[in-house]
């Protein structure tokens, strides 16, 4: 296996990797060049075995042989053109900005994303998806992984986000979730709030998760057939952190639903509301 051994951070072969910590600079470099970074091998190895193509590796001495056969099986073995990086950890740091206790970074090549019609038909093996999560203008990073990584564990089939919603494939939110973003179909609305005119189109009953006077409880809805049938499709819509959802995406839901709260408490997080939510409509299927 051809590795490259390094005594600096710098290397212009590593630009994939550096001040990953920045992240405006992140944000607008990466999509640009159709890049993400995933970091730790249970990171990596879900990437790759959801089909995304590895541009290079970076990782300390000790993760060679934990991604051996990762390394194979990507063209990074003895006559691959997948260059595989390794470094002492001070070299490792000053390369990416932070402690990389991970041991392991891979810079992915972003793969195009489908449109929303696509991404709904081919869940659940073709049948098409049932549950839904839609994602307004959320802008923390954890935030999003949580969420994807709640939708996982849950049962939700596809997550759709809004133009402005902060990048799945981000750094942060790829390790947030473990890996699941690579799980969860997913795609970006180009519209908003016109994109939920597709999933009502689509029959699914568009719920927004808002406080409003005519919100309905949580409870409430899940026992509605909107949920409890046997064909029910939902989306359920979650809004910005601080702010929450915006008027015109609640004006275009179908319902409003609201998490009974107590202890004079208005609001949970919007990752944590989502795996309330997710929970509470979730959909039996058979393993």
Not at 176 to 193: A, H, I, N, Y
């Amino acid at each position: 296996m051809p590795i490259h051994r390094l005594t600096t951070a710098d290397d212009e072969r590593l630009s994939d990797y550096l001040r990953l910590t920045d992240v405006v600079l992140r944000a607008r470099h990466e999509p640009a060049k159709g890049l993400y970074i995933a970091e730790s091998s249970t990171v990596i190895r879900r990437a790759v075995a959801a089909g995304h193509r590895p541009r290079s590796f970076l990782m300390a001495e000790r993760w060679l042989e934990d991604l051996a056969d990762v390394l194979d099986a990507v063209g990074a073995g003895p006559d691959g053109d997948v260059p595989v990086y390794v470094g002492e950890p001070g070299v490792l740091e000053a390369v990416t900005g932070f402690h990389l206790h991970r041991g392991a970074l891979a810079a992915m090549h972003r793969p195009p994303l489908a449109p929303v019609s696509e991404v709904l038909a081919t869940a659940r093996g073709g049948a098409g998806a049932r549950r839904v999560a839609v994602l307004e203008d959320i802008v923390d990073h954890t935030n999003v992984g949580a969420i994807f990584r709640g939708a996982a564990a849950l049962g939700v089939d596809v997550v759709l986000v809004s133009p402005r919603c902060a990048d799945p494939l981000y750094r942060r939110s790829v390790r947030v979730s473990m890996g699941t973003v690579f799980q969860v179909l997913w795609t970006r609305l180009e519209t908003w709030p016109g994109g939920l005119d597709e999933l009502r189109a689509g029959g699914f009953t568009v719920a927004a998760l808002a406080l409003a006077a005519d919100a309905v409880s949580l409870d409430e809805f899940a026992a509605s057939p909107a949920v409890a049938a046997a064909d029910s499709r939902l989306a359920l819509v979650l809004g910005t952190e601080g702010d929450g959802l915006s008027r015109g995406a609640v004006a275009a839901a179908d319902v409003v639903v609201r998490i009974p709260m107590a202890g004079g408490v208005d609001s949970l997080n919007v990752a944590a509301a989502s795996a309330v939510a997710f929970w509470a409509t979730r959909a039996i299927v058979p393993a």
